[in-house]
């Protein structure tokens, strides 16, 4: 894990976020989420302090809004099924603008979204101040099973060297003219990903090999040790402490 791996989240900075250690940042998004999951539906404003708080933190960190904005078109699915939930849910209804909602449904389709949607940020948040590299180091610091890590390693650099295979194969194809455009093309797209995978399984066996000639044995060494500051542990906790408060007066306001 000592090579450096950029990826598309990642916004490089300078901020007092980005020079965080990546255990202390993981386990403060983490403690958030946990806070945000843990408050009340029915308390509206909380959500809106906790925004407030991850717009603070993107401030600190020096992400645009437009950054941030953007990432989290990956929760459209979600948004979607809760748009369904008054519509499909059991329950008291109230009628707005001619149209039959579940009430429970409608607090359904709150929650997912006000939940999910910070979820989603503190995510997002945390993979534009770290590296993929510094991610990993960060959970093999907080005592995550070791073989987790390495899976989530190989399959972090291994992706990008498929995915540019792909690429390879795609140019092929169109270098000979092929272009997709119906069933009758099925079959070639087919064999293609037939080969991808072969490609692919018979790589995975050489670097295997590469590694086991080199004296892998079924660990990765340590090239870098993740440590933190109490100061540093301070900032960091800084968010999940002041969302504490608010869940906390969320549940007794």
């Not at 329950?91 to 949607?117: F, M």
């Not at 080969?195 to 060494?221: C, D, K, N, Q, W």
């Amino acid at each position: 894990m000592g090579a450096g791996h950029a990826h598309r989240l990642y916004r490089h900075g300078e901020s007092p976020v980005h020079t965080l250690p990546p255990h202390t940042k993981l386990a403060a998004a983490f403690l958030f989420v946990l806070v945000v999951v843990s408050t009340p539906r029915e308390a509206m404003w909380a959500f809106g302090a906790y925004a407030v708080l991850l717009a603070a933190v993107a401030e600190r960190a020096r992400v645009p809004a437009g950054f941030l904005l953007r990432r989290l078109l990956i929760e459209v699915p979600f948004v979607a099924f809760a748009v369904l939930l008054p519509f499909v849910a059991e329950g008291a209804r109230v009628h707005v603008l001619g149209l039959s909602l579940s009430v429970e449904g409608l607090w359904g389709a709150w929650n997912v979204l006000a939940k999910g949607t910070l979820g989603v940020a503190a995510s997002v948040l945390l993979a534009a101040t770290t590296e993929l590299r510094q991610l990993l180091l960060g959970l093999e610091r907080l005592k995550l099973p070791p073989l987790l890590v390495q899976i989530a390693s190989f399959m972090l650099r291994y992706g990008d060297v498929i995915t540019d295979e792909m690429r390879r194969m795609r140019i092929a194809r169109a270098s000979r003219g092929f272009e997709a455009r119906g069933v009758r093309h099925w079959g070639v797209l087919a064999k293609s990903a037939g080969a991808l995978f072969i490609r692919s399984y018979e790589r995975g066996e050489r670097v295997h090999l590469a590694m086991v000639s080199r004296g892998y044995a079924g660990s990765m060494p340590v090239i870098e040790e993740a440590t933190a500051s109490p100061a540093q542990w301070r900032l960091a906790l800084a968010l999940p402490c002041s969302a504490l408060v608010v869940c906390l007066s969320g549940w007794t306001l």
